[in-house]
T-cell receptor, first 114, second 111 residues
Framework: DQQVKQNSPSLSVQEGRISILNCDYT??????FLWYKKYPAEGPTFLIS?????DKNEDGRFTVFLNKSAKHLSLHIVPSQPGDSAVYFC?????????????FGQGTTLQVKP | DAGVIQSPRHEVTEMGQEVTLRCKPI?????LFWYRQTMMRGLELLIY????????DSGMPEDRFSAKMPNASFSTLKIQPSEPRDSAVYFC?????????FGAGTRLSVL
């Protein structure tokens, strides 16, 4: 049972345009959500996060939106740059004694074309 | 800070051999996680520790896999005996609260 789903395995966007990556979850107990970026031959790196008490968090070109009623979050990258080409994972955590356990989606490969 | 350090970066071994992967978490982090990444299954959580104590090992595939955390600065993931289907990239991550920080991974190939 996959609690965090990224239904689009890949996305291709032109440089300068907006990239929108989507993520759905099933567990209403999740209260914190994160996006990670992964380049080949490297570990995932933390990008941006959002608490369930918010519906938007922005950091430079990156914005994460949370729709709790739909159990959906999205990552917007504006403007997209070729260096953004990577695999993006969304992740969620539930209150668990502060151990920090995360449930990851399958990932979406973003290609930004120059 | 050096980040999470994993060794070796690459490991090639023959079926039946014992493999030990190593991880040094970020100093001050109290949780440590071992993941396996494959094309088929994505990023799977194998086991995690909190304050050096194993909390959840339900992701460990079978008894051939074992993990230890003898102290706050070191953890191992051991596969004995190894099989070709264990070939994957293994990541270690550490966290203090909600954000996990990953090592560069160990690419394991079992021939």
């Amino acid at each position: 049972d996959q609690q965090v789903k990224q239904n689009s395995p890949s996305l291709s966007v032109q440089e300068g345009r907006i990239s929108i990556l989507n993520c759905d979850y099933t567990n209403s107990m999740f209260d914190y959500f994160l996006w990670y970026k992964k380049y080949p031959a490297e570990g995932p790196t933390f990008l941006i996060s959002i608490s369930s008490i918010k519906d938007k968090n922005e950091d430079g070109r990156f914005t994460v939106f949370l729709n709790k009623s739909a159990k959906h979050l999205s990552l917007h990258i504006v403007p997209s740059q070729p260096g953004d080409s990577a695999v993006y994972f969304c992740a969620a955590s539930a209150p668990s004694g502060n151990t920090g356990k995360l449930i990851f989606g399958q990932g979406t490969t973003l290609q930004v074309k120059p | 800070d050096a980040g999470v350090i994993q060794s070796p970066r690459h490991e090639v071994t023959e079926m039946g051999q014992e493999v030990t992967l190593r991880c040094k978490p970020i100093s001050g982090h109290n949780s440590l996680f071992w993941y396996r990444q494959t094309m088929m299954r994505g990023l799977e959580l194998l086991i995690y520790f909190n304050n050096n104590v194993p909390i959840d090992d339900s992701g460990m595939p079978e008894d051939r896999f074992s993990a230890k955390m003898p102290n706050a600065s070191f953890s191992t993931l051991k596969i004995q005996p190894s099989e070709p289907r264990d070939s994957a990239v293994y990541f270690c991550a550490s966290s203090k609260q909600n954000i996990q920080y990953f090592g560069a991974g160990t690419r394991l190939s079992v021939l």
